[in-house]
């Protein structure tokens, strides 16, 4: 269906410059600023994406900071509260899944909330959340109360936190969508969850950093009890990104993007085209240019004399009529699955590396405690380093040439075969032939779906219900994280790691057959999708 044939009553209206191209349904109408440097490949940014990257990414960098730290974290704890003794099994494992039950939390809440009151009325609170978090985590009273008391302070703190980190996916997914270029809108995403690789490497720094500067009190004094100043540490320094970053979130303005299309009255593709045009900059709902522009705010009935959407009562209503409809269903269906069968194998992968460290020779099982936690911390820098932190950038530079359906497709069958190499050669397998084999799996991880389902949702679902689904998705995802950090160690005690390692390989074979329901989302845009069905819709009720 092209555009002119999208009115209402199109005889009664001379058609546009857009509906006189004949712009395809399923391709945005903006080509006009798709066209705006098309000689430059979309990885190459401008100053204000530059500027969005920073305010949004640093959710990410904190959730691998916090994801990835708690490995030497706990490792720490062994000698501060059990004198080196591993923590009890339930412990570790409520400690490890702790961050990731609360995100399911903050991820569907703050989906919710934010397409109800707004990006603007919701966004930066989930900072405040983990800053607070944080400060109560590093408050634990290791001294004054039992040991297995201060793992669950930790536990319960982790919790919060991870409500905060969560709802950072459906936030900052959406402020970004919203505000890109369509051209390069899967390479802005994509660069935003690159900020995850980044957090985990600089978290393992930190580890290693903070450690050198105990040695001398821990290794020769023998002052082990001192850890508790490491860790502490460790898990504090993230505050300085979060507290940075604060003020940017809780003054950004809304998006034009979103103040017109989340109103019941839906634009025409003209408008859209015209509101992303002017939104270009992060800021164009606030230059002076843009109040002197032809551009419409909602009108009154809609919104407040600020500019800022009123919630929408029925916000939740529609969204249930929306996805009532299977091809939309399918879609949900889609990402959620897509995103819960990848955490199972990633998580599982992430959240249990003293396997990996074992298998290289990091485990840190010999030498005096000090020498074990260095040990621990260089093989974590290691592992990131070889795939982690690769396997991002690879995906930032080819998204917009290979598409997102074919990466995940990819991701998700050379991560399976790796599996299955290193299932098959567990106790087989050389430790050079494990480090590369582990090396391929992290890089196809990243260069795969573990980008590419944080993408999806974001780009397939319209701006009205774009948050929402994208914390269902978000929380279906760290469902299958929590199932596999809790699981893992006891399979691996029954069954064996290697066996183990046959299911996240067949895992991964399920998120590619899932991958199946997803369209193609390269220049696609959903509003124009969802404005075509709703005057379908009207017509087909007016021919009755």
Same mark, same amino acid.
């Given at each position: 269906?092209?555009?002119?044939?999208?009115?209402?009553?199109?005889?009664?209206?001379?058609?546009?410059?857009?509906?006189?191209?004949?712009?395809?349904?399923?391709?945005?109408?903006?080509?006009?600023?798709?066209?705006?440097?098309?000689?430059?490949?979309?990885?190459?940014?401008?100053?204000?994406?530059?500027?969005?990257?920073?305010?949004?990414?640093?959710?990410?960098?904190?959730?691998?900071?916090?994801?990835?730290?708690?490995?030497?974290?706990?490792?720490?704890?062994?000698?501060?509260?059990?004198?080196?003794?591993?923590?009890?099994?339930?412990?570790?494992?409520?400690?490890?899944?702790?961050?990731?039950?609360?995100?399911?939390?903050?991820?569907?809440?703050?989906?919710?909330?934010?397409?109800?009151?707004?990006?603007?009325?919701?966004?930066?609170?989930?900072?405040?959340?983990?800053?607070?978090?944080?400060?109560?985590?590093?408050?634990?009273?290791?001294?004054?109360?039992?040991?297995?008391?201060?793992?669950?302070?930790?536990?319960?703190?982790?919790?919060?936190?991870?409500?905060?980190?969560?709802?950072?996916?459906?936030?900052?997914?959406?402020?970004?969508?919203?505000?890109?270029?369509?051209?390069?809108?899967?390479?802005?995403?994509?660069?935003?969850?690159?900020?995850?690789?980044?957090?985990?490497?600089?978290?393992?720094?930190?580890?290693?950093?903070?450690?050198?500067?105990?040695?001398?009190?821990?290794?020769?004094?023998?002052?082990?009890?001192?850890?508790?100043?490491?860790?502490?540490?460790?898990?504090?320094?993230?505050?300085?990104?979060?507290?940075?970053?604060?003020?940017?979130?809780?003054?950004?303005?809304?998006?034009?993007?979103?103040?017109?299309?989340?109103?019941?009255?839906?634009?025409?593709?003209?408008?859209?085209?015209?509101?992303?045009?002017?939104?270009?900059?992060?800021?164009?709902?606030?230059?002076?240019?843009?109040?002197?522009?032809?551009?419409?705010?909602?009108?009154?009935?809609?919104?407040?004399?600020?500019?800022?959407?009123?919630?929408?009562?029925?916000?939740?209503?529609?969204?249930?009529?929306?996805?009532?409809?299977?091809?939309?269903?399918?879609?949900?269906?889609?990402?959620?699955?897509?995103?819960?069968?990848?955490?199972?194998?990633?998580?599982?992968?992430?959240?249990?590396?003293?396997?990996?460290?074992?298998?290289?020779?990091?485990? /840190? #099982?010999? $030498?005096?405690?000090?020498?074990? *936690?260095?040990?621990?911390?260089?093989? @974590?820098? &290691?592992? %990131? !380093?070889?795939?982690?932190?690769?396997?991002?950038?690879?995906?930032?530079?080819?998204?917009?040439?290979?598409?997102?359906?074919?990466?995940?497709?990819?991701?998700?069958?050379?991560?399976?075969?790796?599996?299955?190499?290193?299932?098959?050669?567990?106790?087989?397998?050389?430790?050079?032939?494990?480090?590369?084999?582990?090396?391929?799996?992290?890089?196809?991880?990243?260069?795969?779906?573990?980008?590419?389902?944080?993408?999806?949702?974001?780009?397939?679902?319209?701006?009205?219900?774009?948050?929402?689904?994208?914390?269902?998705?978000?929380?279906? /995802? #760290?469902? $299958?994280?929590?199932?596999?950090? *809790?699981?893992?160690?006891?399979?691996? @005690?029954? &069954?064996? %790691? !290697?066996?183990?390692?046959?299911?996240?390989?067949?895992?991964?074979?399920?998120?590619?057959?899932?991958?199946?329901?997803?369209?193609?989302?390269?220049?696609?845009?959903?509003?124009?999708?969802?404005?075509?069905?709703?005057?379908?819709?009207?017509?087909?009720?007016?021919?009755?």
């Amino acid at each position: 269906m092209s555009s002119s044939q999208a009115g209402d009553n199109p005889a009664s209206r001379t058609p546009s410059r857009t509906e006189k191209d004949a712009v395809p349904p399923y391709r945005s109408a903006l080509e006009e600023f798709e066209d705006e440097g098309a000689d430059r490949p979309p990885y190459i940014l401008t100053y204000t994406e530059v500027k969005l990257l920073g305010i949004a990414g640093v959710g990410f960098f904190l959730d691998a900071y916090d994801l990835f730290i708690i490995n030497p974290v706990t490792t720490m704890l062994q000698y501060r509260l059990y004198g080196g003794k591993a923590l009890p099994a339930g412990l570790q494992g409520f400690v490890k899944a702790a961050a990731n039950i609360g995100s399911v939390i903050g991820q569907l809440l703050f989906g919710l909330f934010a397409d109800h009151f707004g990006r603007k009325a919701v966004y930066g609170k989930e900072l405040m959340i983990i800053i607070f978090a944080t400060i109560m985590c590093i408050s634990d009273p290791t001294g004054d109360i039992s040991a297995d008391g201060a793992l669950v302070w930790l536990g319960v703190w982790r919790i919060i936190l991870g409500i905060g980190v969560g709802a950072d996916y459906p936030m900052s997914a959406s402020v970004t969508s919203e505000r890109s270029n369509l051209r390069k809108r899967g390479t802005m995403l994509a660069y935003i969850f690159s900020f995850q690789g980044w957090g985990s490497l600089i978290g393992s720094l930190v580890t290693l950093v903070t450690l050198a500067c105990y040695k001398h009190v821990m290794d020769a004094k023998g002052e082990t009890s001192k850890v508790d100043g490491v860790w502490r540490i460790v898990i504090a320094l993230s505050l300085i990104p979060a507290l940075g970053t604060l003020y940017q979130r809780l003054t950004l303005p809304e998006s034009t993007r979103f103040l017109r299309l989340s109103q019941p009255s839906a634009p025409s593709s003209e408008e859209i085209g015209a509101d992303v045009i002017k939104d270009k900059s992060l800021v164009a709902s606030s230059t002076p240019s843009e109040k002197q522009s032809n551009y419409r705010p909602p009108t009154v009935e809609n919104s407040t004399p600020t500019g800022t959407p009123r919630p929408r009562k029925a916000a939740f209503k529609e969204f249930l009529h929306y996805f009532s409809e299977w091809r939309h269903l399918k879609l949900l269906i889609g990402t959620s699955l897509c995103w819960f069968f990848l955490d199972i194998a990633f998580y599982g992968i992430n959240l249990n590396q003293n396997v990996v460290l074992q298998q290289i020779g990091f485990d /840190g #099982k010999t $030498g005096t405690p000090w020498e074990r *936690l260095w040990k621990i911390a260089i093989g @974590n820098i &290691i592992i %990131t !380093a070889l795939g982690f932190v690769p396997g991002y950038y690879a995906t930032i530079l080819t998204i917009e040439i290979l598409g997102r359906k074919y990466i995940q497709i990819q991701g998700f069958l050379l991560t399976a075969m790796f599996l299955g190499i290193m299932a098959g050669r567990f106790n087989k397998i050389s430790t050079a032939g494990f480090v590369v084999c582990f090396s391929f799996l992290q890089f196809f991880f990243n260069f795969g779906a573990n980008t590419t389902t944080y993408c999806y949702p974001a780009e397939v679902f319209p701006t009205r219900f774009r948050a929402t689904a994208h914390g269902i998705s978000a929380a279906s /995802g #760290k469902a $299958g994280a929590i199932i596999s950090s *809790l699981a893992f160690n006891s399979l691996s @005690n029954k &069954i064996g %790691t !290697a066996n183990v390692l046959w299911i996240f390989m067949g895992v991964s074979f399920a998120g590619a057959v899932c991958t199946l329901l997803l369209p193609e989302v390269k220049g696609r845009d959903p509003d124009l999708i969802y404005e075509e069905e709703e005057k379908e819709k009207l017509r087909t009720r007016r021919a009755y």
